[in-house]
């Protein structure tokens, strides 16, 4: 990866839609020669998917959270990854180190769509030792 690289996925980040005319109109290189660039960088994996960016109030989900899980043993971990994974209010699901098991950020509708997805979601149907819940107030950067 060089520095047009670089700046072909700085673009990219900014807008997935944004075409190859248009990227080579700002690096100043040629349609074809952009177009394979991004193409080497799908290949190499750099790149594994185009996306949208989603407004969660507008979606009716204004409370984002993250929350830490610890859970009882490892033997409610599969059980548990696969919920998450299935869970639609579930945006990310990371396995961490430390005293916590999971980082979850999930996005509900209010705080009490919250206390659903806790008392519902994690702590009825998994074995849940305790979770810590740290309400987003605003985000200044998000990629």
């Not at 916590?100 to 997805?117: H, I, M, Q, R």
């Amino acid at each position: 990866m060089d520095d047009i690289d670089l700046q072909i996925l700085e673009l990219l980040k900014r807008n997935s839609r944004m075409t190859s005319s248009d990227i080579a109109k700002i690096i100043h290189l040629s349609v074809p020669s952009i177009a394979e660039r991004i193409r080497k960088l799908e290949r190499n994996g750099i790149i594994h998917q185009f996306t949208v960016k989603l407004d969660r109030k507008a979606m009716g989900q204004s409370c984002v959270v993250y929350m830490f899980v610890q859970l009882h043993g490892s033997a409610e971990t599969q059980g548990f990854r696969e919920a998450m994974i299935q869970s639609p209010e579930v945006l990310e699901c990371h396995h961490i180190s430390g005293e916590y098991d999971y980082l979850l950020k999930v996005a509900l509708a209010d705080l009490s769509g919250v206390e659903g997805f806790i008392t519902h979601t994690l702590k009825a149907r998994h074995n849940v030792v305790r979770s810590n819940t740290f309400f987003i107030l605003s985000t200044q950067k998000e990629e």
